[in-house]
């Protein structure tokens, strides 16, 4: 969980009478903790062969980049109407893409902080994120639903759930690092 301060990790099996929450410090959220600090409303990492992005989101539409290797965030980039970020447009071209109010995305460019709009496609306003499972790409439903973006298909493992929010979790190869 983040609110904007600090990250707490759920632990689904801790007890009920633990008095203090586990601070999550090991995630990019220390990276909010930093001196520099940024008002993040929405953050993505996403990587492009062995480089690695980090990229936030401000409630003013401003949005930054982490320099990995000078250890601070670039820049802002104004990006008017801005409200989300996401990884997968809904075509379902992978990228950094920023969602505008009014469904319009524009492809973010952190090397050179630049987005440029996207010419086709809006976010559909009944799609709260989206997120590839293997080769099959899903869209969280702004009822909660999680569901096949080709069938339509609900998925399974989650049917009559209500889902707030979902992510994707990249997984490593360890010995290929």
Not at 11 to 19: S, W
Not at 66 to 80: D, Y
């Amino acid at each position: 969980l983040f609110d904007g301060q600090q990250a707490i990790a759920l632990d689904l099996y801790a007890h009920e009478d633990e008095e203090f929450p586990l601070t999550d410090d090991f995630s990019y959220f220390k990276i909010i903790y930093m001196s520099q600090h940024i008002p993040a409303i929405d953050m993505e990492e996403f990587d492009v062969g062995d480089k690695r992005y980090l990229v936030s989101l401000d409630d003013q539409g401003n949005v930054r980049s982490f320099v990995f290797r000078n250890a601070q965030w670039s820049r802002p980039l104004n990006i008017q109407g801005a409200i989300r970020l996401t990884t997968v447009a809904p075509n379902g071209v992978q990228g950094l893409f920023v969602i505008k109010q009014d469904g319009r995305l524009c492809r973010l460019d952190p090397d050179r902080m630049s987005c440029p709009d996207v010419s086709k496609g809006q976010w559909p306003q009944d799609v709260k994120a989206m997120t590839y499972l293997g080769q099959d790409l899903y869209h969280l439903k702004t009822d909660g639903q999680i569901i096949h973006s080709m069938t339509g298909q609900v998925f399974a493992p989650l049917q009559g759930q209500i889902v707030e929010q979902m992510t994707s979790v990249p997984t490593y190869d360890s010995f290929a690092l």
